[in-house]
């Protein structure tokens, strides 16, 4: 890397959102200033109690960046370096994202400064029960419902529902998302963000007439969304020839078998010592030649210093913000089809959307019936992109912003919270 100064999060959302607004000229400075901004945001510190007896503090954040469509929507994050910014961001794109799945939601996002990997479960469950707590004013099925993220899981939802609900005095489901199934989850929620990048990744491929079948795939993240997204691409037809984790990454020219990946990952916790695959860095994994790179890891991945050097013919964006505006200038030139974040990983949201409406209707739908309704909703939503990029002649992350702006935008005026 030549070291180019790193933008932040927030940054490149506000960026891309610029980029795309300034193909609107129909949209008024008042209407854009007004998008640019969250609506409140909320800054706690806490103590948590550790096993040894020990008090440390944390400090967690809060971000509502849209609720002229409906009550917030976002997932918590638990890491090491969560920042107000990157807050922001991520509850900007979760406004968008939930736009253009059409989903009746505004953005959101929250999280702890914390590696949760360095806590006891015990102390685990302390923090998120004292978090859950101290974002309760916010929070609540009808204005703002949580949902996992990068470093939580099913289980920490079951804490932030129980917290809330002893709050109120009753069991309160529909509080967050992304529950186990015991206590209101719905089937497919675990699976939904990397089927939804696989089922994103296969209507790129039609749309270029490339055969899923003998397709390669590499993947940037072997987490919830990577390790599912590869196993799904793998079932489509594709080879998927190089995959990483926080420790590395593995390559094979002639395909992983990633069902024994998995399994090797839960007995070793890492990727790494593979049988039968090359070691390769994070540098060396985004710029091998594939047909599908899908970076399902953090922000900022793909940058003006190594986007020339990407050479895949579909990127399709698992994590949210992998790639900075810079490198789209890039990417865009180079002809690479990229399929933005918002779109791409998508899968979560809209089965966290189903999950609630199961929650409110005490009625439960089978895995096959929300992957089905899954499959229809992500599929209707490539193609209103697709649409507006061919129509507009415009890149597919522009197109998306497009669509989903124009959607809030109307919500706004119908409110009249605009003329």
């Known amino acids: 890397?030549?070291?180019?100064?790193?933008?932040?999060?927030?940054?490149?959302?506000?960026?891309?959102?610029?980029?795309?607004t300034s193909k609107m000229p129909h949209l008024s400075p008042n209407t854009i200033k007004f998008m640019r901004v969250s609506k409140r945001e909320l800054i706690v510190n806490f103590p948590v109690e550790m096993d040894d007896g020990r008090i440390e503090m944390y400090t967690g954040y809060r971000v509502h960046h849209s609720t002229v469509r409906?009550?917030?929507?976002?997932?918590i994050r638990y890491h090491p370096d969560l920042t107000l910014d990157e807050t922001r961001a991520l509850a900007m794109w979760m406004t968008w994202k939930c736009a253009l799945m059409n989903l009746p939601f505004g953005g959101a996002k929250g999280g702890v400064i914390v590696d949760p990997r360095k806590l006891s479960q015990r102390e685990l469950r302390r923090l998120t029960r004292r978090y859950a707590t101290e974002i309760s004013i916010m929070m609540g099925p009808e204005g703002d419902i949580p949902a996992p993220d990068v470093g939580t899981n099913p289980q920490v939802m079951a804490w932030i529902m129980d917290t809330y609900s002893m709050h109120r005095g009753y069991s309160v489901p529909a509080v967050v998302t992304g529950k186990p199934i015991q206590i209101g989850g719905s089937q497919g929620r675990f699976?939904?963000?990397?089927?939804?990048?696989?089922?994103?990744?296969?209507?790129?491929?039609?749309?270029?007439?490339?055969?899923?079948?003998?397709?390669?795939?590499?993947?940037q993240g072997f987490g919830n969304v990577g390790a599912i997204a590869a196993r799904y691409m793998q079932m489509l037809g594709a080879k998927v020839i190089a995959v990483s984790d926080v420790n590395g990454g593995i390559h094979n020219p002639k395909g992983l078998?990633?069902?024994?990946?998995?399994?090797?990952?839960?007995?070793?916790?890492?990727?790494?010592?593979?049988?039968?695959?090359?070691?390769?860095?994070?540098?060396?994994?985004?710029?091998l030649p594939c047909t599908v790179l899908i970076p399902a890891a953090l922000e900022g991945q793909i940058t003006e210093d190594n986007a020339d050097k990407i050479r895949c013919k579909v990127l399709a964006e698992g994590a949210n913000g992998p790639t900075t505006p810079e490198a789209d200038a890039v990417l865009e030139k180079s002809g690479i089809f990229v399929i933005?974040?918002?779109?791409?990983?998508?899968?979560?949201?809209?089965?966290?959307y189903f999950e609630g409406v199961q929650n409110d209707q005490n009625f439960y739908w089978s895995r096959e019936e929300v992957l089905d309704r899954l499959n229809h909703k992500m599929t209707m939503a490539f193609k209103s992109v697709l649409d507006m990029s061919l129509s507009k002649k415009v890149y597919m992350r522009d197109a998306a912003y497009m669509v989903s702006i124009d959607k809030v935008v109307k919500a706004m005026k119908l409110r009249g919270w605009i003329s």
Request: hydrophobic residues 40%; negative net charge.
């Open 257 to 287: 078998d990633i069902p024994s990946l998995q399994q090797h990952v839960r007995e070793t916790g890492s990727v790494l010592d593979f049988g039968g695959a090359d070691t390769v860095s994070n540098t060396e994994l985004l710029e």
């Open 340 to 352: 933005p974040d918002f779109l791409c990983n998508s899968g979560g949201v809209t089965v966290s």
């Open 70 to 75: 409906g009550p917030t929507k976002g997932g």
């Open 1 to 20: 890397m030549n070291g180019h100064p790193r933008r932040s999060a927030y940054e490149v959302a506000l960026a891309q959102f610029d980029e795309a």
């Open 191 to 219: 699976d939904a963000t990397g089927m939804g990048v696989m089922f994103m990744a296969r209507e790129a491929l039609k749309h270029l007439r490339i055969s899923a079948e003998g397709a390669t795939a590499v993947v």
